[in-house]
């Protein structure tokens, strides 16, 4: 596709269950972002990605979080052990590269993840 | 710490009416992007300023860009329903990785 897809849009689980959720980026787009957003709010900022390599970790909020770019592309946000308080969207961008920072990102429509 | 501010959080108006919405920080920023976000779907970018002083206008849209590179403000001229969204601010600090968003301002126009 042209944008930047993400799936699934939608996903609801137990409180405890692990969750993955994926993003197809640009074709050719190098940088990869995560972002969580609560209703209605501004971005938190979780992750980035250059290529494979994750250079940015510092707003993963636990450990139970991680993420992982394979062949400069998918990513796939994992989530262990869901809390109440991971409830939220999750958007995924790419741009074509990573620096210099003011250029466009392009997101997805965002998982709604929502912890019973 | 929120180190960019968006004012004002919410705001909704009439159709035909002005407005503008402010992005404040303490730091200087390379350079500062909008993007505007309807619900059910992710941000799109709108503008990028990288001068001080900057100023560019998308239609009914007029973006600015501080002087000195701190602030930035978004002013709608005759607002329409579709302008409806939540309007983000994002900065570009070259010792970053990443950008500085802010809080986003959550703008209704009724008809």
């Known amino acids: 596709g042209a944008g930047v897809s993400q799936s699934p849009s939608n996903k609801v689980t137990e409180k405890g269950k692990d969750v993955e959720l994926r993003c197809d980026p640009i074709s050719g787009h190098t940088a990869l972002y995560w972002y969580r957003q609560s209703l209605g709010q501004g971005l938190e900022f979780l992750i980035y990605f250059q290529g494979n390599s994750a250079p940015d970790k510092s707003g993963l909020p636990s450990d139970r979080f991680s993420a992982e770019r394979t062949g400069g592309s998918v990513s796939t946000l994992t989530i262990q052990r869901t809390q109440q308080e991971d409830s939220a969207v999750y958007l995924c961008a790419s741009s074509l590269k990573a620096r210099p920072l003011n250029q466009p990102q392009h997101f997805g429509d965002g998982t709604r993840l929502s912890i019973l | ?111």
């Open chain 2, 1 to 111: 710490t929120q180190l960019l501010e968006q004012s004002p959080q919410f705001l909704s108006i009439q159709e035909g009416e002005n407005l503008t919405v402010y992005c404040n920080s303490s730091s200087v920023f390379s350079s500062l992007q909008w993007y505007r976000q309807e619900p059910g779907e992710g941000p799109v970018l709108l503008v990028t300023v990288v001068t001080g002083g900057e100023v560019k206008k998308l239609k009914r849209l007029t973006f600015q860009f501080g002087d000195a590179r701190k602030d930035s403000s978004l002013h709608i001229t005759a607002a329409q329903p579709g302008d409806t969204g939540l309007y983000l601010c994002a900065g570009a600090r070259d010792s970053n990785y990443q950008l500085i968003w802010g809080a986003g301002t959550k703008l209704i126009i009724k008809p």
